[in-house]
Nanobody
Framework: VQLQASGGGLVQAADSLRLPCTGS????????VGWFRQDPGTGREFVAV????????EYTDSVKGRFTISRDNAKNTVYLQMNNLKPEDTAVYLC????????????????????WGQGTLVTVSS
């Protein structure tokens, strides 16, 4: 599968953004999909993951209650809705996929995902 993330931009603190991740060449319904973020000072950080069916989701603690991951398999797209953005959310956001249809044992680390899209930059000003 090939992945394309988009939707990034420059926003102010407390604003919202929605990042789509669209798959091609293979139905995204066969994959769990994760969102990660990376800035120059840190490594690749797990943000959220959703199972192939959409029934299971997990988040890193810093985004719980603010970010929501969802998917529309008919559109081959996974979304990351980001509300109440903070300056510390500034990073390049990347989506990644792993071919599994399990609703448990979701991946939290970058090496569990074999397919990556190019990132989209989110900048949150204070």
């Amino acid at each position: 599968v090939q992945l394309q993330a988009s939707g990034g931009g420059l926003v102010q603190a407390a604003d919202s953004l929605r990042l789509p991740c669209t798959g091609s060449r293979d139905p995204l319904a066969n994959y769990q999909v994760g969102w990660f973020r990376q800035d120059p000072g840190t490594g690749r950080e797990f943000v959220a993951v959703i199972s192939s069916s959409g029934r299971a989701t997990e988040y890193t603690d810093s985004v719980k209650g603010r970010f929501t991951i969802s998917r529309d398999n008919a559109k081959n797209t996974v979304y990351l809705q980001m509300n109440n953005l903070k300056p510390e959310d500034t990073a390049v956001y990347l989506c990644a996929a792993d071919k599994t249809t399990l609703d448990y044992g979701l991946g939290h680390t970058h090496y569990e995902f074999g397919h990556w899209g190019q990132g989209t930059l989110v900048t949150v000003s204070s």
